[in-house]
């Protein structure tokens, strides 16, 4: 439909999975997750942040994005790469070290370098520059901003685009799925900025970290993703998708579920320029919402018992 070309599903190195006192082996979701009719896609949650890529200053270490991407490409799935540069899940040095300009600005460009030329070639797109928004759109005060303002913005997409001019270069964040959102006008303001300086970004991803209760319409974020491609970026997705019950979760707020993912789903299949849509994983045991949202959970398409939510179907049924 439209410009579709994929549905996938978010998955994370299995070791994170012991870290957070799981069991190391599942056998069902390797078999759901390894399913081509549901997944032609998929993005490691956490592999490839920083934080794992280069956990001491020019120490690289690519053992857990490499699982993922192994996964990938052994089961013929494309790969979306996440986060070149991002203010959460930092090395702590990078978070201990006094910066001056030139010091970030050398310290970002052989982190990026390294990375985006070890996944070179594998990589349909990368996350260039995760969450560089506040809430009320104005640039997020994150080291990076605080020490280069807006250039390291331009940094981190000159430098991708010419490590792997083949990957597709996208800003991603979360509020950023309704048309009248201030975050939403904080996105096309970065978009705006970067074609203004002739550097390329290929596409926005909108993390859609929806809740069952308030959710956008299908309308909504038609309009959303028109008003992007409005300004010249090739493509849009829908990037890290999950949608939130408030507990105890009950079959009204499941439909509202239900809706929210159709929403989604519709919307993409129905504008051109929307390449594809990313669950952020897809079996609850596994969500961040629980650990990040307490009182919050059920957010993705199976329980814990691998039953299916009702909007899986919801969701299948509109491709
Ligand atoms: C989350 C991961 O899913 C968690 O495992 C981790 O502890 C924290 O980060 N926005 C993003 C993602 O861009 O990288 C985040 O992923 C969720 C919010």
């Not at 490409?73 to 978070?95: G, T």
């Not at 990957?167 to 006008?185: C, F, H, M, Q, W």
């Not at 993705?300 to 009702?310: I, S």
Request: proline fraction near 6%; glycine fraction near 6%.
């Amino acid at each position: 439909k439209a410009g579709l070309l994929y549905y996938g599903a978010a998955t994370d190195s299995p070791g994170q999975r012991e870290r957070a006192n799981l069991q190391s082996t599942y056998p069902q979701y390797d078999a759901i997750l390894s399913d081509p009719l549901e997944f032609g896609q998929t993005t490691p949650t956490n592999g490839m942040k920083w934080l794992f890529t280069e956990p001491l200053p020019n120490v690289f270490n690519f053992t857990e994005g490499d699982i993922v991407a192994d996964l990938a490409a052994s089961q013929q799935k494309l790969l979306r790469c996440h986060a070149l540069v991002w203010h959460n899940q930092l090395a702590p040095w990078v978070e201990s070290t006094v910066w001056t300009p030139p010091t970030l600005r050398a310290a970002i460009t052989r982190h990026i370098t390294a990375v985006a030329t070890h996944y070179k070639g594998r990589c349909r797109a990368w996350d260039v520059v995760n969450e560089a928004l506040d809430e009320d759109g104005s640039y997020r005060p994150s080291l990076f901003y605080t020490v280069l303002g807006e250039d390291y913005i331009k940094l981190a997409f000159n430098l991708t685009a010419q490590i792997d001019p083949a990957a597709k270069l996208y800003y991603n964040d979360y509020g950023i799925e309704r048309p009248a959102s201030v975050k939403t006008a904080g996105a096309k303001r970065i978009v705006k900025m970067l074609k203004d300086a002739g550097i390329k970004i290929d596409g926005v991803g909108m993390q859609a970290h929806l809740h069952a209760d308030v959710h956008p319409t299908a309308q909504d974020h038609v309009d959303t993703m028109q008003s992007y491609l409005a300004l010249g970026v090739d493509e849009v997705a829908f990037t890290e998708l999950d949608v939130r019950i408030t507990e105890p979760v009950n079959e009204t707020k499941l439909e509202w579920q239900a809706e929210a993912y159709t929403n989604v789903a519709t919307a993409c299949a129905r504008v051109k320029g929307c390449v594809g849509i990313t669950l952020w994983d897809f079996y609850d045991p596994f969500s961040w919402i629980p650990v990040t949202f307490p009182g919050e959970g059920a957010g993705l398409l199976w329980f814990d018992d691998f039953k299916k939510h009702p909007a899986h179907d919801a969701v299948v049924e509109t491709f």
